[in-house]
């Protein structure tokens, strides 16, 4: 196998990319070889000796406890726990959260065999011991396993003095009905609240 073919095999394997574009990524690579190709080879050198996982939070940073964990403006009494670091990176880009973060890396899922012992939960109740933290905001997908996740959790937290909620879920920010999946329209029936007259 050729370097190019090398390039293109590694590239098919990223997420969203099959063979196919893979050659076109390739090809727009070597084409912009001085422009991209030379900068994201650098760039991928420089993160591969220097990317660690946050002994705090399991985030992904350059440092260990990341740039999050060591922000000191950041509210260290609400927790926000997460499936994976693609969820805290997307809780990032609204700026609306300013607690810290727990990513459990990944799900309970039966099926896949993935236990208890295999996510960050343990260290997570470490944390809720060792640390004031007063609310426990659960992130996870809504999804099965991310419902089962989420249950597990609050059970493994019932003895803690820890308030633990959930992020409200149902129909979007300019959504309408009409393009809705029916879990998401039952989702958002059941978390229905009252509506008070201002008048």
């Not at 990341?66 to 990032?92: H, T």
């Not at 039952?186 to 509506?195: D, F």
Request: contains cysteine; charged residues 25%.
């Amino acid at each position: 196998m050729n370097s190019i073919d090398k390039l293109i095999h590694l590239l098919a394997r990223l997420p969203g990319l099959g063979p196919r574009s893979a050659r076109r990524v390739a090809l727009f690579l070597i084409k912009k070889h001085e422009s991209l190709l030379v900068p994201l080879r650098e760039a991928l050198g420089e993160i591969s000796n220097s990317i660690k996982n946050c002994e705090v939070c399991g985030n992904v940073d350059t440092n260990s406890p990341c740039q999050i964990c060591c922000d000191a403006k950041r509210n260290s009494n609400q927790l926000c726990v997460l499936e994976e670091v693609a969820d805290l990176w997307a809780m990032e880009r609204t700026t609306a959260f300013k607690g810290r973060y727990h990513v459990l890396g990944g799900r309970l899922s039966a099926i896949d065999g993935i236990g208890p012992g295999d996510l960050n939960i343990e260290k997570l109740i470490e944390r809720v011991k060792d640390r004031e933290i007063t609310e426990i905001i659960l992130a996870t997908n809504l999804t099965v396993d991310g419902e089962t996740t989420a249950h597990y959790i609050t059970d493994c937290l019932s003895a803690s003095n820890v308030k633990i909620t959930r992020l409200a879920h149902g129909v979007p920010v300019g959504g309408e009905l009409d393009f809705l999946d029916d879990g998401t329209l039952t989702a958002a029936l059941k978390a229905r609240r009252q509506v008070n007259s201002q008048l």
